[in-house]
């Protein structure tokens, strides 16, 4: 069955820097867009990046443009997301998502289950 | 602050329906672009429920039903169940400057 296993997570202080991964499974990796998505401690989700199946487009949102980059090994069934000069509010818990594309529109199935980030001193 | 606004929290007694809205605007919902729906059980990962304003995937009970209309969207719950207490969310495309994925700010489902 498609599986998402993301890693990387944990506790890193503010302007430090982190590189998330996410092993894909069930399904040809290089045929699917991906995503990053996060979620904050009790709040709701943010959309972070999303790489197209070769890696030749990449999209961020505005909160993330200039210190994170999305990226993908597809040789190795991989997503990543480097995450420089961290601030507190990077503190979420980040999801790996497949996008399902019918262009302009995308969406998420399925999603990872995710790993904690926390930015704190 | 949501580009989509859905209610903080809606609640019904098992066996009723129940309705979710997600408002948006001209530069996404409104501009004909899909939303989709997707339900967080407490402590998981989102899962997702409806794509393609109104399509449920397979494995999604006919309970659950998706709409559109304008700028905006409507996730129907009937024969309301237990473990059907969740979080809530829509998705859509955003042609915005600060645009592409947004999310709604999700909706808090109680089974009363």
């Known amino acids: 069955q498609v599986q998402l296993v993301e890693s990387g997570g944990g506790l890193v202080k503010p302007g430090g820097s982190l590189r998330l991964s996410c092993v894909a499974s069930g399904f040809t990796f290089s045929d699917y867009y991906m995503s990053w998505i996060r979620q904050a401690p009790g709040k709701g989700l943010e959309w972070v990046s999303y790489i197209t199946s070769s890696g030749s487009t990449i999209y961020y949102a505005d909160s993330v443009k200039g210190r994170f980059t999305i990226s993908r090994d597809n040789a190795k069934n991989s997503l990543y997301l480097q995450m420089n000069s961290l601030r507190d509010e990077d503190t979420a818990v980040y999801y790996c998502?497949?996008?399902?594309?019918?262009?302009?529109?995308?969406?998420?199935?399925?999603w990872g289950q995710g790993t904690l980030v926390t930015v704190s001193s | 602050q949501s580009v989509l606004t859905q209610p903080p929290s809606v609640s019904g007694a098992p066996g009723q329906r129940v309705t979710i809205s997600c408002t948006g605007s001209s530069s996404n919902i409104g501009a004909g672009y899909d939303v989709h729906w997707y339900q967080q059980l407490p402590g998981i990962a989102p899962k997702l429920l409806i794509c393609?304003?109104?399509k449920r995937p397979s494995g999604v009970p006919d309970r659950f039903s998706g709409s559109k209309s304008g700028t905006s969207a409507s996730l129907a719950i009937t024969g309301l169940q237990a473990e059907d207490e969740a979080d809530y969310y829509c998705?859509?495309?955003?042609?915005?400057?600060?645009?592409?994925?947004?999310f709604g700010g999700g909706t808090k489902l109680t089974v009363l």
């Open positions: 393609a304003n109104s």
């Open positions: 998705q859509s495309y955003d042609s915005s400057l600060s645009g592409y994925v947004v």
């Open positions: 998502a497949r996008v399902i594309t019918r262009l302009p529109d995308v969406w998420f199935d399925p």
